[in-house]
């Protein structure tokens, strides 16, 4: 049995509808199904999801909550009507704009996307409604109880033989709606994935996988065949978006190997993500990055003999909440990679702590880093990649500021100056893949 997602674009209107329901009845396997809230029809278009944040907004700050929820109630109607269904929701939309004028939670008016999708597709499916407030638990802090979804869900599905679930959101203790971060549908996905025992879990979206490198970036990017959860969650860190990263887990316990399609050719086979991949493995399986780093440098002559001396830099940034990222170190010198947005409050305490704690013989920090992630599982004991990777961004004129290899030789990240950031991709990005 396949446990499938299909994400807001690919329910974007009742054609798109049409569409899940021809992907669907190609393999009689796919009988559970989360949906997303409806997407973006066009570029300029609105998710309704963002469009039910501003219902929240507008009802905190004593707006017109009416004024935004008549087009999100008006999207439905049409995808209900251009689909063909008897199903009336009327009352229900009378009734999620009356709480929400009363002061709903902003997790509840959200979820409300999800929640009509669902109720359409399984009203279009002819299937069960799941609703996930029912039994996928968060616990009173809104963490998501993995557990006890496991089980609540696993009861709620037994006998059943198919069923329609929104994605996004589920339940606390004391009956209110809690959600995931934005993109939750996927982790929802997986949960179902896990709680059916599902072979395998797709996952609908509008590309055909996960592309190698950022495609705003560098153009038409061939996208990835096979990884393993691990090359996933590495490249998700810098940014590559196509799987919320919290989807892994649920997956990755019970062995189930996500396929990330498109709903617009399904006829792609997308990317697999797997355990082990025994497919043979490339230099690199792809890139990432993200503009936006600092870099805290503090130099000191000998410090290389002084016991404790990185202890006492890590512990002033601790002592001002300042998470870091990456750590590279030289003979005498450290450097701290950290978002630029998470240092701006603590800079001059930081360094003033730093002083203290160390007396460094110069300390400064340099903005405007980009970090790039270049992950394989392929690097692992191949000689040749760091080589091969360095000379790319040189024959560039890339010039590298700091370098840091993961233990398990799986990624290799890179600072690079942000006006940089383009120029060094693409070459990466045409140095591992020569023929794209
Ligand atoms: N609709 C939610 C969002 O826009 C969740 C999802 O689509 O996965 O973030």
């Given amino acids: 049995m396949i446990t499938t997602k299909f994400g807001g674009t690919s329910l974007a209107d009742g054609q798109r509808f049409a569409m899940v329901r021809s992907i669907l009845a190609m393999d009689d396997r796919r009988r559970f199904i989360v949906v997303s809230a409806p997407g973006k029809r066009h570029p300029e278009d609105v998710k309704i999801t963002d469009q039910l944040y501003r219902?929240?907004?507008?009802?905190?700050?004593?707006?017109d909550v009416a004024a935004v929820f008549q087009p999100i109630a008006q999207r439905f109607r049409e995808i209900i009507r251009e689909l063909g269904l008897a199903?009336?929701?009327?009352?229900?939309?009378?009734?999620?704009?009356?709480?929400?004028?009363?002061?709903?939670?902003?997790?509840?008016?959200?979820?409300?996307?999800?929640?009509?999708?669902?109720?359409?597709?399984?009203?279009?499916?002819n299937l069960p409604f799941v609703d996930p407030a029912q039994c996928v638990f968060f616990d009173d802090h809104g963490q998501f109880d993995g557990e006890m979804a496991q089980q609540s869900l696993s009861a709620r599905l037994s006998g059943l033989d198919g069923a329609v679930m929104p994605g996004f959101y589920g339940g606390t203790p004391d009956g209110a709606v809690a959600t995931f971060s934005r993109g939750g549908s996927d982790i929802s996905g997986a949960i179902l994935a896990r709680a059916t025992g599902a072979e395998v879990y797709e996952n609908w979206t509008d590309v055909s996988g996960i592309l190698a490198a950022d495609p705003r970036i560098v153009a038409n990017p061939q996208s990835i065949k096979s990884m393993t959860y691990r090359e996933v969650r590495e490249l998700a860190y810098l940014g590559a978006t196509v799987l919320h990263e919290d989807a892994i887990y649920p997956v990755k316990m019970a062995g189930i190997p996500v396929n990330i399609r498109n709903t617009m050719c399904p006829e792609d086979n997308g990317t697999w993500i797997v355990a082990e991949s025994d497919a043979p493995a490339g230099a690199i399986t792809g890139i990432a990055g993200r503009l936006g780093y600092s870099a805290i440098q503090v130099e000191k002559e000998r410090s290389n003999t002084e016991v404790g001396y990185c202890r006492k830099i890590l512990s002033c940034l601790e002592r001002n909440g300042v998470p870091f990222e990456h750590l590279a170190t030289g003979i005498g010198s450290v450097s701290l990679v950290a978002p630029t947005a998470l240092l701006m409050a603590h800079r001059e305490s930081l360094l003033h702590d730093i002083h203290e704690a160390v007396h460094p013989d110069t300390l400064q920090i340099i903005d405007g880093l980009a970090m790039i992630a270049v992950v394989g599982r392929g690097m692992a004991g191949r000689k040749q990649v760091a080589g091969q990777l360095f000379s790319a961004v040189g024959q560039a004129g890339v010039s590298v500021r700091l370098i840091d290899q993961g233990t398990k030789e799986l990624n290799i990240v890179l600072g690079v100056e942000e006006s940089d950031y383009a120029k060094a991709m693409n070459a990466i990005y045409h140095g591992f893949f020569p023929n794209a």
């Fill in 87 to 125: 199903l009336d929701l009327e009352d229900e939309f009378k009734f999620t704009l009356w709480v929400m004028e009363r002061g709903a939670g902003q997790a509840f008016c959200a979820s409300r996307g999800e929640y009509f999708s669902g109720r359409i597709m399984a009203a279009y499916l």
């Fill in 55 to 63: 219902c929240h907004e507008a009802a905190r700050s004593g707006g």
